[in-house]
């Protein structure tokens, strides 16, 4: 912060209030500005380029800069690619729930239920222990988990409860969906843990000595109190997975293809057109998805 | 009372939860001691380090080639250090500047926080067709870095916006009563009360830069960084060796974490001496 | 002297300070009464400069303030929540100013340690340098607020509630220090406060705000014995402000009568060279040396009478009986304009 003295003559009829505020306001948009010229020129211009370039024609090998529909066309028209765009939503969907039924039940014990300050943290912390590890490395660790000759396998067959492994553990859409709830589900549980533990213990305290039992607690007061946690976690979570292509890439054995490995395989083959289409269309869903969430909550509000 | 049922049903759902969290590390770990003979899957051959060993080059010639992290992980630190530097900065402007109200600044909000929900596979692409088309080579500390800044500046941003939040304005206004410059009142009072927020900031920013790879993907050009160098070893076949390296980037990474401990604690110490007026004023 | 002229400030719709003019003498201690939200401390804001005023004129010595940024006014504040810099131990809080102010910052370390020193011994914490601020107690801060600011010579201390946040037996102590300290220094300070019995004890003068105005300043005898109008009456919370029509003979516009210079005698029993006031007894209230009768007007207004134990010369009154209340006519002061 630098002194920004930029005081320029002072016409009459402006008040010192007036000056004051807008040198005030020139500080502001001064110190912002290399942020968003950095946004702009790294964020928003590359999106526009995704864009522009799905409009591209596509050779075998190269793409110029004529204008065309045609990978729209090829685009809309295979039954591949529109059973990928069916793919990336029913993962997101399925991963979205299930990051919820596996992270509200931890948030609800954290925040509510454990009240001793220390150990609160502890559990949190312990939550956020694995981001310490590579996420690629957290992906792949669950190939010995849940691989024919894995642990869960070896567990269960050691039991005697199945002579046979387990083929669907891995290489298929569950070990997909297991490997991103696992990854994905404590972006769920923080948000969450930090409105329910906003909660003052003496609003739930004064239910319960009027006679509300748990469930009516949890339904009037715990679940609409929490529910901007959920819709942040939500975001998140819905975000991430979108866009995501290494867990399927890593533990789908290729059958599962999801926008992002569509993107990534083009790249690959240099299919630049084609691939900036698939960014368009994971663009306008996420858009979509997130648009519809900040309608039910104002993130600014809730950072 | 049915809270005599519920915490214990939901302490037995967080501890399961936890095994889920930590289940395929623990798995990862146990693996990573595997013999030279076995594969990465059970059952363990015999004990050994060998695969450690074989990850540092230290083993004699093996059936398996060696993993290339020696110069990727210099590069990924290069890279996250650079990113922490430049994103730390932007975001220390930035919640600065939202500190007083102005017209725009709701769009200017969301522009930055969109950095973090863009997918890293969509501005890595959009990067890379902006580049072949300008004619400018993709490499790990250009095109790459830019793209690390986007998006790790929202998240320290947001973390200096939340610190911003609990400052108390006025002991910089006492400051400047005393005759101090801005300038002056920021470097003596401001920063020293919110360096743990820039702490924080600078961690955030390290460790997803560290990490990031969808992003780096598209854009590193030839010269991989570490998460491009695992990504690589997705197709082929994996050994035990990549079970070693991520238990040794783990230790770095929690070696990593106690130094930022370290800091922290020395520094709350320090404001512990003179502790906050809020708290008992 | 710092002279406020004409000064207004709003808030959107809100105003909080409307055409405001004060002065404030060299060599005083010039205490500011106001009820919260009167704008008390915007004033205080525009002077030392953290905010600029709408219009108006802001001078001290004869220089224009306003327009200047607040490190170049040489005004002292002091905070009512002390804004003590809480990475700072309390000797390095009291040189912050001398060391890294704008203008001819002292560099010599033996001056800095002595002349806060004997800052610190100024407001009687000698010793206390190397303590942390957490440390200490409030009235401690208090202190360290003041000699962190008195240390750096501003030409005029600005107090926001300073005694606000410390508990009534140091508030007490605190006053009479303050007093001393200024006299010592020569300098003037201008003391915010909402309390009546702060103002008129600290200041030499005492200024009233109302309505985004000062609507009296005065030495407080005067002010507390002639108040000029019924809001510089009401601020005093001594005086019964009430429809002058109430009174038979009373004139027009509203009659001001202290609480300690009413009687009261059963109806019709008042001595014919005084006004009367029919009214209802509704409670009485005992606080130590005074006790406080309430009455209720035809009107419906409030009336307080106050009786000093040593001298008491009230009647026993009866709750819901009507009474007459009386006083001479040269101790009420004609207001002009209707009740309220």
Redo the contacts between chains.
Sequence with gaps: ???LSTDSPMPTETSPAQLRERK??R??????S???L?????????????VY?SFWTQTTFSVNSTLTTASWERFLGSATYLHAIGTTLRVWAIVLAATLI??Y??A???GL?VRNKTLQTA?LV??VI?????????V??????L?????IN?ILMKLGLIHEPLTFLLFSEFSVLVGMT?IY??FMVGPVTFMIGRIDPSVIEAARDLGA???TIFRRIILPLSLPGVMVGA?FVS??V?????TA??LSGRKVNLL?NI??SQ?GSLK?AF??VA?VV??LI?TAV?ALALRIVD??KE? | M??RI??PT??L??AA??L??????I??TI?SFQGPEG?????VQDWSLYWYKQLLGLSEASRVAQLPVGDSLLRSITLAFMTTVVSTV??V??A???R?R??G??P????????????????G??????S??LGISRAWWGTSF??H??YT?PFA??VM??IFNRF?R??E??????????????R???F??IFPGVLSAMLFSF?LSY?E??RT??TAGRDLT??LA??GT?SVE?HPN??A??VL??LF??T??VIYGLLMKRFTN???????????? | MLTVRQVSRRYGETVALEGLSLEVPADTYMSLLGASGSGKTTLLRLI???EEPDAGQIALDGTRLDGK?????????V?Q?????????VAQNVA??LR????NPLTDNEEIRARSEAALELVGLKGFGHR????IS?GQ?QRV?LA??LV?E?RIVLLDEPLG?LDANLRARMCDELKAIRERLGVSFLHVTGSETEALTMGDRVAVLSGGRIVQADAPERLFAEPANAQAARHLNAWNIFDAGLCAGGGAGQLGVRFDQIDISAPGQAPGAHLRLPARFLAGEFNGPTALSFFRAADGSLLQVTDHLSQPRLPDLVEGQDYDLHFAPQTARQFPGAAR
């Design positions: 912060m630098t002194a005030d306001r500080r502001a948009w001064l110190l912002l290399p942020g968003l950095w946004m702009a020129l790294f964020m928003v211009l590359p999106m526009c380029m995704v370039v596996v992270g039940p931890v609800l014990y954290i239920f559990l312990a939550c694995p981001f310490w590890t590579s996420f690629l490395i957290r792949i660790a669950w190939r010995p988990m691989g024919t000759e894995g642990a070896t696992q589900c404590v039992s748990f469930g975001i975000v991430m979108l866009g995501e292509f290494a890439a890593s992002g993107i990534v790249v630049w691939a900036a960014g994971l663009t996420i997130i993130l600014r950072m | 049915e809270s519920l915490r939901l302490g759902y967080a939860f936890l889920f969290l930590y289940g395929p590390m798995v990862l693996l594969g990465p899957q059970f059952p932007l975001g402007m930035s600065e500047a939202f007083t102005f017209k600044s709701g200017a909000f969301y522009l930055i926080i969109l950095g973090m929900m863009v997918p890293g596979v969509l501005v692409l959009g990067m890379a067709l902006l072949s088309t830019v793209l800044v986007v500046y941003f947001l916006l939340a108390d006025t002991v206004e006492a400051a400047l009563s005393l005759g101090v410059s801005p300038a002056q009142t920021f003596r009072v401001t020293p009360i460790t990490d790879f969808a993907l598209f570490l998460p695992i990504y997705f994996i990549i079970f390296f991520g980037t783990t990474s929690f990593l974490l320090r404001a512990a001496r003179f502790a906050g007026q809020e708290d008992n004023g | 030392a400069g953290f940024p607040p490190h170049q006014r040489d005004i002292g504040f905070f929540n002390f804004a003590l810099f809480p990475h700072l131990s912050f100013g890294y102010r704008a203008a942390g601020i957490g440390a409030g801060r607020a962190r600011t750096c501003p946040a």
